[in-house]
RNA sequence: GUGGGAGUAGCUCAGCUGGUAGAGCGUCGGUCUGUGGCACCGAAUGUCGCGGGUUCAAAUCCCGUCUCCCACCCCA
């Protein structure tokens, strides 16, 4: 199979066929209609964006900013004047002198401020910085809060491959995002209360997407990590570290390396010999400031409200900057060592350090990609045959060629399946590909046929058969 | 970036200790020119991932390389 020079789809990334594909519209549909009733509407955001933004939104510290991203300089504009004289210069072999070029288009300095050459953009590795960056670009603010948006479509992250881990990969994903105005007669314990209600409505609305789908073995983690203050979570993370220190000979290398990058990644250790060491070091709960402590609870009251089953797993972290207080995270069945289908968590004030108005926020994303497997993984594979045609057309001889032409423009036009074979085929040899292409029903047309004005409709899974004229065939398969 | 496994027909794979390739499934054709699913018969497709080495002789042994898979890191 393998000839030298053929092409392949590059590392990581991989064609989504059919019968696959019916699975996937099935997950994707599955999505829409469920987030509609929650209320919430589609957003599509470009695939690429500045460099800029996601280092900024994602982190720049994080791996997926530091070096998994796909990251090109935009080449010149096709008709840009300088970058056309550039070119000319070059290709009749002469130098540009710096002088007839600022001649011609002005300084380069004012050129450079004002174009700023060395921006770079980046395929996206995640949407909810796309997400925030539109909130902002569009004034969504305007709009009655909160703004509630979902997304399908490809990430990008250059990793190494593995189960349920690709290079382009799909999410969906959906984000809250809430204006806060600027009121001081605000009582923050309501605030609370109903931030917790936004978490446990967004919660319930991914719980409902995949009982829907009836993926197996669903489980729901939460946790809250507080906020970024010396009285929460940075309080928690100095103690955290200072623990870490005194047992760190007994850690692995990997564990040794985060105690510095970032300690609370150090409870997600999957080592055998490090759980017992994990489970003595102080647990976030106990830190968290009064208000996280309230909101937390409230997300857990409102969850059990909604009859929403969760387990809390205080070892639970997110990757990315931007998460606060409620963090949650949903695993399945047959995914090998990437089991997590579904990430999300609060994230305020990432609006605003993207120079947004002061605004709320909560998301996921799942990975659609390990959902379909996990689906697939459990025998789950409906619909495979949304595509093969409902009635395969049997012709033979001219005048039944042309009537067959004419009922499968007909039938089409009521919307069903038609296979039209091309050549004419003895009625053997038509119903046994009837059968291959998985039809229900082979409409044979010939001169017998064509000469009584009835045609002859073959069940192919009993073989009984029955002759209809046009019409009466047409009500048949609409009834069906 | 690190570690392990694997690359032979469209797919799944066999090919032992070296003698220039096979099976099953699938595809196509025929038995079967007005009736399929079964059965039987037949056909096509491989520079055995690529490059080099050892040898009279390499799919097989050695070296290199590429790709895929799994795991670590990290994340969906």
Redesign the pocket.
């Known amino acids: 199979?393998?000839?030298?020079a053929k092409f392949?789809?590059?590392?990581?990334t991989?064609d989504l066929l059919p019968p696959d594909t019916e699975l996937w519209n099935h997950v994707e549909q599955t999505a829409r209609s469920v987030f509609a009733t929650f209320g919430f509407g589609e957003i599509r955001p470009p695939i690429f964006e500045s460099t800029d933004l996601f280092a900024r939104a994602v982190g720049g510290e994080?791996?997926?900013v530091s070096k998994?991203m796909y990251t090109f300089a935009e080449s010149p504009e096709p008709d840009d004047p300088k970058a056309a004289f550039v070119t000319k210069a070059l290709s009749a072999g002469l130098g540009v002198e710096l002088d007839d070029f600022e001649k011609a288009f002005g300084s380069l300095s004012a050129l450079a401020t004002r174009h700023s050459p060395l921006a770079t953009v980046s395929l996206r590795p995640?949407a909810t910085a796309s997400v925030c960056r539109a909130y902002i670009e569009h004034n969504m603010q305007q709009l009655p809060q909160p703004v509630k948006l979902y997304y399908i479509g490809p990430?990008f992250?250059r990793?190494?491959?593995?189960?349920?881990?690709?290079?382009q990969?799909y999410?969906i994903g959906a984000e809250v995002l809430e204006n806060v105005k600027p009121d001081p007669t605000r009582d923050a314990a309501k605030e609370l209360a109903k931030d917790a209600i936004t978490d446990a409505e967004l919660i319930q609305m991914l719980m409902t997407f995949f009982d829907k789908l009836k993926l197996p073995g669903v489980q729901l983690e939460i946790n809250s990590i507080g906020h970024a203050a010396d009285n929460c979570r940075r309080g928690y993370v100095a103690k955290l570290k200072s623990e870490l220190e005194k047992v760190k000979d007994k850690l692995g290398a990997?564990s040794q390396?985060?105690i510095e990058?970032?300690p609370l990644?150090v409870l997600?250790?999957?080592?055998e010999h490090e759980q017992p060491i994990i489970a003595t070091l102080p647990k976030i709960a106990d830190h968290l400031c009064d208000d996280c402590k309230a909101q937390y609870a409230a997300v857990k009251r409102e969850l059990e409200l909604r009859g929403v089953l969760y387990k809390e797993n205080w070892r639970l972290?997110?990757?990315?900057d931007y998460y606060m207080r409620t963090t949650f995270?949903?695993t399945a069945q047959g995914?090998?060592?990437?089991n997590?289908?579904?990430?999300?968590g609060r994230y305020d004030g990432l609006v605003e350090l993207l120079g947004g108005p002061p605004t709320k926020g909560i998301g996921f994303?799942?990975?659609e990609?390990?959902l379909i497997l996990s689906l697939q993984e459990a025998g789950v594979s409906p619909l495979a045959t949304r595509h093969s045609p409902l009635v395969y057309i049997a012709w033979?001889g001219a005048n039944?060629y042309a009537t067959a032409v004419r009922a499968a423009k007909d039938l089409r036009a009521a919307g069903i399946r038609i296979e039209l074979p091309p050549v004419e085929q003895?009625?053997?040899?038509a119903?046994?590909?009837?059968?291959?292409l998985g039809a229900q029903f082979?409409l044979?047309?010939?001169?017998?046929?064509?000469?009584e004005g009835a045609w002859?409709l073959?069940?192919?899974?009993?073989?009984?058969?029955q002759k209809l004229t046009e019409p009466q065939l047409l009500d048949f398969l609409k009834k069906l």
């Open positions: 199979m393998t000839s030298k392949q789809a590059i590392r990581g991989r994080t791996d997926i998994e995640e990430m992250r990793e190494r491959p593995q189960k349920g881990r690709y290079r990969f999410q990997d390396r985060r990058t970032n990644r997600d250790s999957k080592l972290v997110r990757g990315l995270e949903i995914l090998g060592s990437q997590a289908v579904c990430g999300g994303a799942i990975g990609d390990r033979m039944a003895k009625f053997g040899k119903l046994e590909r009837a059968t291959k082979a044979i047309l010939g001169d017998n046929e064509v000469a002859t073959k069940t192919l899974a009993d073989g009984t058969q």
